[in-house]
């Protein structure tokens, strides 16, 4: 077996995990019937749910994350699939082995209550799982030599021994007003009414932050965007045909923030002027930027010169 085939394995049963935890957790446990599904902000049980919807909704759900992340697999442009249903997978299985645990041994429902830091664990387990599945995913290979940029497309001419770099950031206020509000909204509804929805609107405090400012380098390695301090996307050389600036209309690339659609990417922070490049394997990776013919010339001078040699 591969390499590369070992990590898309691992990577896969790694999706798995949560329906084995809570599989587990479900036949270990002395659950209550109903079972406590909802707690406030001051952990007590606001809602419950019956002992078998509880079971077989759990299972449904990380199993069915499980066996998309295996069929992502097969796909054109497996890696953000698979990395998208173990996210759901892990949600779903690190709240339910939080509920089962917290529960298991109870009476009745009423007496399990939910601490503040049990909540932010199991979105934490959320996030690492998928992380590692994104990390042991082999990323696509360099396409092989393709036709360099159009003639009447922006290029800078270089020399042999020349060497150019593009830096610009991109910043927008849609998103950090967004991530303000529902970071004020999330504090005041995880404090005086609801935990997890207060814990969903922080989870989208941390996207808009993350979005609210992008930095673009383009050199002799290629493209890449930086989001926040962990998210990287990189768009290597070699597999761009050519550069251009573009008008970008969100919702022409699935409207805002990072967006995969068939045969494109992109990241969009608002609407106006963005660089677009052309894959050699016929797709296409956009991103919002306000001078795109400067990082344009500067991609397709390097593509031009390396497809010369």
């Known amino acids: 077996m591969t390499t590369d085939r070992l990590r898309k394995l691992l990577a896969l049963v790694l999706a798995t995990v949560p329906l084995i935890a809570v599989a587990t957790a479900l036949a270990l446990a002395d659950l209550p019937d109903p079972v406590p599904s909802h707690w406030d902000a001051s952990g007590a049980v606001n809602g419950t749910t019956g002992a078998v919807p509880f079971t077989l909704i759990t299972l449904a759900l990380t199993g069915g994350s499980a066996l998309a992340a295996i069929g992502f697999a097969r796909t054109a442009r497996p890696r953000y699939g698979v990395v998208a249903c173990a996210f759901a997978a892990y949600l779903v299985g690190a709240l339910g082995v939080l509920t089962v645990v917290a529960a298991s041994g109870a009476a009745t429902a009423q007496e399990v209550e939910l601490p503040l830091l049990s909540g932010v664990g199991a979105i934490a387990a959320a996030l690492l799982g998928p992380a590692l599945c994104w990390v042991l995913w082999p990323a696509p290979g360099p396409a092989g030599p393709v036709a360099g940029p159009a003639d009447q497309l922006p290029r800078l001419d270089l020399t042999d021994d020349e060497r150019v770099v593009y830096v610009a950031d991109v910043r927008s206020r849609g998103f950090a007003w967004l991530a303000v509000g529902c970071g004020l909204i999330g504090l005041v509804v995880a404090v005086t009414a609801d935990l997890l929805i207060g814990a969903s609107l922080l989870a989208v405090t941390v996207t808009g932050a993350m979005l609210q400012r992008a930095t673009v380098r383009a050199d002799a390695n290629g493209l890449r965007v930086d989001l926040g301090p962990v998210v990287r996307v990189r768009v290597p050389l070699a597999d761009i045909r050519q ?46 930027l306000d001078q795109p013919d400067e990082a344009a010339a500067v991609l397709n001078g390097l593509l031009h010169r390396s497809r010369q040699g």
């Not at 699935?254 to 609407?271: C, M, T």
Request: proline content about 7%; hydrophobic content about 40%; glycine content about 16%.
């Open 243 to 288: 550069a251009q600036s573009q008008e970008l209309r969100p919702m022409e690339w699935g409207g805002w923030g990072y967006r995969v659609l068939p045969n494109r990417r992109a990241v969009i922070l608002r609407g106006g002027p963005g660089l677009v490049l052309d894959l050699a394997d016929g797709s296409r990776f956009a991103v919002t």
